[in-house]
């Protein structure tokens, strides 16, 4: 694993913001992301080009792989697909002519930016929006809370070396050798032979109190928008700042700034802790007293820019709060998390967590920093043995040039955000930038904004200097957000994200919480937002990665701030433009708008009475090693009006990061395992309340699960997490609330021939519920099975191996698996490797049909295989029964985007085929995941996990399939659900449904859960409809629960168009 440049800040900066229940920070910038390197003829530049970039990818340029890259299945593939796109030369356009930019009203018409002369005229690319599009928002201030001091590392600790294991979930790393790792129970593991998780080998501790910080999470804290300093101020203190402000000589100066002596900065109260620095500075403009200045809270040498208000040194609490009015302000609450690389998570701890824990450890130590990181995947660290090591596969090099936020046009390397991040061996995590691309020189550019305080204008956004920015105005009138920036940069590129560098100075003020963006050719015409979330709030630099449009003009609109306040700040902006552009072909879908997380979307569920998605990251929005057990960070995204919301769940005691994920036969979710191994939690999406239900009888982590024709929950395997043994199936019963051990279930029959054992070859099995309480297990190994799950101890029979005409398929790990067929037991397996890490991925794909239990299956090869080999990739079944396949690696490796397929593959079942569907730009691969949405798009996030790493993907992209489209590549016009008859129905019952035109089919499709390729939930019923009177059609539910199994489906009616309507929520029940 390369070296990972940590970016820096004071430790006292405080690691939690909430917002309104949770918001947290983590980012940072990113290397370039990992490619070939391959030298070929084929894989050059070309000439002009204005980024260089070897070994392009299948979603450049043709519709193949080039050089380096793995071919299609079979040739007569490559020649079916084989097409040039048309070029999209740059449209040159030197006009200094600028628009202006008054405030936004909607997102659908930002402000009637328009310059003299616009750009080449280029086609824009349509974006699906069946939903609502977002509407812009504002949160008033909440009550604020003083921030805690955050609690020193002990430094008293001694740690002796062990040799780690390798093969963990961020440890993982190519190559069989070993590494050498921090570990206090050396020599425990020999009786037991009990591996501990792969985060947990490498445990550091601090050996100086100095290094570094931790606060402890509270569930209830209020947000506050600063923090406390870790140590007092080295530099001199004596440096005087002129201010123009409102201050009266020693209380301190301008409403926002008060430039004052580093002894008495006065800031916002939630800024009201000093801030110090080495150096002395001088503010602008004029005043009285000691400190006055600009929005600065102006500390000397920082140039600190904060809400200048009367404040009070770190040993007082200020009685007023920071605003124009004192007496009449409102605190904001902020609560805060521990950093988010503590000392590494012990599954065995007492406090933190594993099998005896009661969860959530508020006090542990911060690990030593090595060199500004920790290593998620510790380099040549491996259990494989010697034999296996000299077959693995090299991991292709990384491009070692950074990315600099501060890139282009100016002298970054003085700025003060540059020398941080080279002088301190402080811990910065990181987000992926957008891939393949470069940032656009920005000397040519102009830029506008609709507020500005004087002396913060809008061209420090482009200036290439972290220590300026772009702030709105603060005295005098306080414009309302939303608040707006829009770059002209005087030609059209072909642009794939942003960046956004937050003020460097210490304080929050004006941090971009809720945000949109928008791109335009002309700056008239607008139309929805390309990208649009909430970023979390910290200094670190924030990505928007999107779908590749052409484009000349980019705002960016920030609707709220992440402590409730009127302003907006930006250091630095940069646009980013792709290599090359395909232009959208409505056969093949399209992809787009992306939408930012606070967290990385590594787990999550589709709410069936909210239609709003659920993900969850682990104790960190980042990482999910080194946590205290006992909680985890979710997200929510509400598709119809496109709010993200941010939650710290603390109520189950539960880290559930890499657990089994299933929706009962009631419609509770049920997530086992994991980081806490052997705890249980339920989310009742009619409460929306999080419970703590019964530990497993067994702890496991990288376990399946599957709803049972009863309504149960199965669960077997798990060996990443609470120890490694045989962990045969258990069921949990959600009437009686408790779980039952299956001895019978054996897990052994189902094992992978992995090169890690035990560890890692009962993770992740495809398990599907079927008839009389039977599950069916269809990989990843290639011997099948038949669990019972009825019988008192359980039982297991063997239902033969993923055999087909080709012979006997190897294991495939880390593949997929989806019943895209109920009604005929029909299901697709695709993809995966033999090894779950640093194997080659296969372009296998079967056809398993399933029916009575306890009988062998029958196994066809599907089609001619996939297109591309696929490992870590996603799968989701559409209503008309095609199934969607995204994402992956041609090479396992876990936690980098090495060797990524961004052109998924669509399966037609009806003429057993495989067809190529339109690129990503969005690298998805190791802890990605996708979800069927109710309106017939599709939900592909996440991805990383890994910390200090480059490749964090804190977003999801949405997908639009060919059926939304009509011939003219237009939205189509869908079918409607006018009522149905019943929202409850037992199993063989009869529903009717009104449309508000003809139909031709329907089908319902169970609600999904995923995490680490597993979607063990979703399947498809293919439904015959009956006449029942004008646009009227009856349908009866299979009368077996083990093909309708119980819990919520959405039912989906479509055209003769094969265009799908919105889904309506069905909740089906057992006999």
Request: one cysteine or more.
């Amino acid at each position: 694993m390369k070296v990972v440049y940590a970016l820096t800040l004071c430790l006292g900066i405080a690691d939690a913001v909430v917002l309104p229940v949770f918001s947290a920070p983590k980012g940072g910038y990113a290397l370039p992301r990992p490619d070939s390197d391959d030298t070929t003829d084929s894989s050059k530049t070309a000439a002009g080009s204005k980024t260089n970039l070897d070994s392009m990818l299948p979603v450049f340029g043709k519709a193949k792989p080039k050089t380096g890259f793995p071919a299609s299945a079979l040739s007569r593939r490559v020649a079916r697909i084989e097409q040039t796109y048309g070029s999209d030369d740059e449209s040159t356009d030197d006009s200094d002519d600028t628009p202006t930019d008054p405030s936004d009203a909607t997102p659908s018409s930002p402000p009637d930016d328009t310059p003299s002369d616009s750009s080449d005229d280029i086609d824009e690319v349509v974006y699906a929006e069946p939903f609502m599009q977002p509407t812009y928002v504002r949160f008033g201030p909440a009550p604020v809370d003083k921030p805690e001091v955050a609690p020193k590392a002990k430094s008293n600790s001694k740690d002796t070396a062990s040799v780690a294991k390798h093969g963990g979930d961020d440890d993982s790393s190519s190559g069989g050798h070993k590494q050498k790792g921090k570990d206090k129970n050396k020599g425990k593991d020999d009786a037991t032979k009990s591996r501990k998780k792969p985060e947990d080998s490498p445990k550091t501790s601090s050996n100086s109190a100095t290094d570094s910080v931790s606060v402890t999470a509270t569930s209830t804290a209020a947000p506050t928008s600063t923090a406390a300093p870790t140590s007092p101020p080295k530099g001199d203190d004596k440096g005087k700042s002129k201010g123009k402000g409102k201050g009266k000589g020693k209380d301190g100066g301008g409403r926002h700034n008060g430039d004052d002596d580093a002894a008495k900065s006065r800031t916002k109260v939630e800024d009201s802790t000093k801030t110090y620095s080495d150096d002395s500075g001088k503010g602008k403009g004029k005043g009285k007293g000691d400190g006055k200045g600009r929005h600065d809270g102006g500390v000397d040498a920082t140039k600190s820019r904060a809400k200048a208000e009367d404040s009070e040194t770190n040993s007082k609490k200020s009685s007023k709060k920071g605003s124009k009015d004192d007496s009449k302000s409102k605190p904001s609450k902020k609560s805060f998390i521990t950093h988010q690389s503590g000392k590494t998570f012990d599954a065995d701890s007492t406090k933190g967590g594993g099998k005896n824990g009661p969860g959530y450890n508020p006090s542990f130590d911060v690990p030593k920093l090595n060199k500004g990181y920790i290593q998620a995947i510790p380099p040549k660290a491996s259990t494989i043995n010697n034999k296996f090591s000299s077959r693995v596969k090299p991991r292709p090099q990384l491009n070692t040039e950074k990315v600099r936020p501060l890139s282009s046009s100016s002298s970054s390397s003085s700025s003060s955000l540059l020398k941080r991040d080279e002088s301190k061996n402080i811990l910065s995590l990181r987000a992926a930038a957008p891939f393949n691309s470069a940032a656009i020189d920005r000397k040519k550019w102009s830029v506008t904004c609709d507020s500005v305080h004087e002396g913060d204008d809008c061209k420090n956004a482009i200036d290439g200097n972290g220590d300026t920015m772009w702030h709105t105005q603060w005295e005098g009138s306080e414009p309302a957000p939303p608040h707006s920036i829009t770059v002209d940069m005087k030609k059209s590129y072909n642009v794939n994200g942003i960046s956004m560098l937050p003020r460097q100075d210490g304080s929050q003020n004006g941090y971009i919480a809720q945000h949109q963006i928008f791109l335009s050719k002309d700056g008239k015409t607008w139309g929805s937002p390309v990208a649009y979330g909430n970023w979390y709030s910290d200094w670190t630099v924030k990505y928007a990665n999107f779908d590749t449009q052409p484009a000349r003009f980019v705002k960016l609109v920030a609707l709220t701030e992440a402590n409730g306040n009127p302003w907006t700040s930006i250091a630095e902006l940069n646009v980013f433009q792709a290599n090359d552009y395909v232009p959208p072909q409505a056969s093949q879908g399209a992809w787009g708008p992306t939408i930012n997380f606070p967290i990385i979307p590594v787990a999550g569920t589709v709410d069936p009475n909210t239609g709003k998605v659920l993900v969850w990251s682990s104790w960190a929005r980042d990482t999910m090693s080194g946590g205290p057990g006992g909680l985890t960070l979710t997200s929510t995204w509400d598709p119809a009006t496109g709010q993200v919301a941010e939650r710290q769940v603390t109520e189950t005691n539960h880290d559930m990061f890499c657990p089994g994920i299933s929706l009962d036969g009631n419609g509770q979710l049920v997530v086992t395992g994991g980081n806490n191994a052997e705890r249980t939690s339920l989310f009742d999406p009619v409460k929306q309340a999080w419970v703590s239900g019964p530990n497993m009888k067994v702890a496991r982590g990288y376990q399946s699960s599957a709803t049972t024709s009863t309504g149960k929950v199965f669960t077997i395997g798990g060996s990443w997490s609470g120890g490694e043994s045989f962990k045969n199936g258990e069921v949990y019963d959600p009437k009686k609330k408790t779980w039952t051990l299956l001895n019978k279930a054996d897990v052994q029959k189902m094992l992978t021939n992995d090169a890690q054992g035990l560890f890692r070859s009962d993770n992740h099995a495809w398990l599907f519920g079927w008839k009389s309480g039977t599950v069916f297990q269809a990989g990843p190994s290639k011997n099948m099975n038949w669990y019972y799950t009825e019988k008192k101890n359980g039982d297991v029979k063997t239902a033969g191996q993923r055999a087909s005409d080709r012979g006997v398929a190897p294991d495939a790990m880390c593949g997929n698996a989806i019943m895209f067929d109920a009604v005929k037991g029909k299901i697709l397996t695709h993809g995966g490797t033999p090894n779950y890490q640093d194997s080659d991925a296969t372009t296998d794909a079967h056809i398993i049909t399933v029916g009575n239990p306890g009988a062998n299956v029958s196994v066809a090869y599907a089609s001619e295989g996939l297109f591309f080999p696929r490992v870590f990739h996603s799968s989701v079944v559409l209503p008309n029964g095609n199934v969607f396949i995204t994402g992956g690696q041609q090479y396992a490796v876990p936690f980098e985007d090495s060797t990524p397929q961004l052109q998924p593959e669509m399966y037609y079942p009806d003429r057993d085929g495989f067809e190529l569907m339109k690129p990503n730009n969005i690298v998805r691969t190791y802890h990605s995941i996708a979800l069927l949405l109710p309106d017939g798009r599709v939900f592909n996030g996440g991805g990383g996990l890994c910390g200090g790493c480059d490749t964090n993907h804190f977003d999801a992209q949405l997908y639009t399939p060919p059926y939304l489209y009509d011939s003219k590549g237009k939205l189509a016009t869908r079918p409607k659900i006018t009522s149905v008859s019943v929202s409850t129905i037992k199993v063989g019952g009869t529903v009717t449904v009104q449309t508000g035109g003809a139909i031709v089919q329907a089908s319902l499709v169970r609600y999904g859960t995923a995490t680490h390729t597993v979607n063990s939930d979703q399947r498809r019923i293919p439904l015959t409809l009956a006449n029942a009177g004008k646009n009227s059609y009856s349908f009866q539910v299979p009368s077996d629960p083990g093909v309708a199994l119980p819990g919520y489906w959405m039912l989906f009616v479509m055209d003769k168009n094969g265009v799908p309507s919105v889904a309506s929520t069905i909740k089906v029940t057992g006999s």
